[in-house]
């Protein structure tokens, strides 16, 4: 069994449009997060969530928005999409914060 | 071969070398630090952690060298083979939050 799984994995879509990317994890963790990973491969932190609290919420446009219904759950809704969202999002899990953190594969968006 | 702090993005070595990666934290708060292993497509892996606590930690081929005096980080892998060409990142922990730092592709040659 996959120990944190999202989904898509690759997500095309048009300037404008609104998705959203879907992150479960069976560890039983208490925390996760969403990465953001640009083409240069620098990882930077966007939301983290502890048992379904907001504890990190950086410096991302409004158009994002998580959604984390139970703590095994956190989705990333995403509106307006811009070219500039093109990246890889990772959805990342950990037993507290601060713990090592267990990755997704990542989705791959691609804003045409 | 060695990387030299974060403006050297990219580390090519001979299979069987050793490898030494480095990085350079900014965060004196920092307290846990971990090296992840980032292979084409996939997710960052965990290698290996330590404690601010310590100054070395040994796993199977891995070595973590933390010098909290200048804030720097290092991991050495032994032996290095085809299979670990990836990219490396140091990441720290201060807090709730987990900070990664700019990775470095490392590619092993035949």
């Known amino acids: 069994d996959t120990a944190v799984s999202q989904t898509p994995k690759y997500l095309v879509t048009q300037m404008g449009n609104d998705k959203s990317i879907k992150c479960e994890q069976n560890?039983?963790?208490?925390?996760m997060y969403w990465y953001k990973q640009d083409s240069k491969k620098f990882l930077k932190i966007m939301f983290s969530?502890?048992?379904?609290?907001?504890?990190i919420n950086e410096t991302v446009p409004n158009r994002f928005s998580p959604k984390s219904p139970d703590k095994a759950h956190l989705n990333l809704h995403i509106n307006s999409l811009e070219l500039g969202d093109s990246a890889v999002y990772f959805c990342?899990?950990?037993?507290?914060?601060?713990?090592?953190?267990?990755f997704g594969q990542g989705t791959r968006l691609t804003v045409v | 071969g060695e990387s030299v702090g974060l403006h050297l993005p990219t580390l090519s070595v001979q299979e069987g070398d050793n490898s030494i990666i480095n990085c350079a934290y900014s965060?004196?708060?920092?307290?846990?630090f971990i090296w992840y292993k980032q292979e084409s497509g996939k997710g960052p892996q965990f290698i290996i952690d330590?404690?601010?606590?310590?100054d070395k930690r040994q796993g199977q081929r891995v070595t973590v060298l933390l010098n909290k005096t200048v804030k720097h980080l290092s991991l050495q892998i032994a032996a290095t083979q085809p299979g670990d060409s990836a990219v490396y990142f140091c990441?720290?922990?201060?807090?709730?939050?987990?900070?990664f730092g700019e990775g470095t592709q490392l590619t092993v040659n035949p």
């Open positions: 965060n004196s708060a920092s307290d846990y």
């Open positions: 990441a720290e922990t201060s807090g709730s939050r987990l900070t």
């Open positions: 560890l039983g963790h208490d925390t």
């Open positions: 330590i404690r601010s606590n310590m």
């Open positions: 990342a899990s950990s037993r507290d914060r601060g713990s090592e953190a267990f």
């Open positions: 969530y502890n048992n379904k609290e907001l504890i």
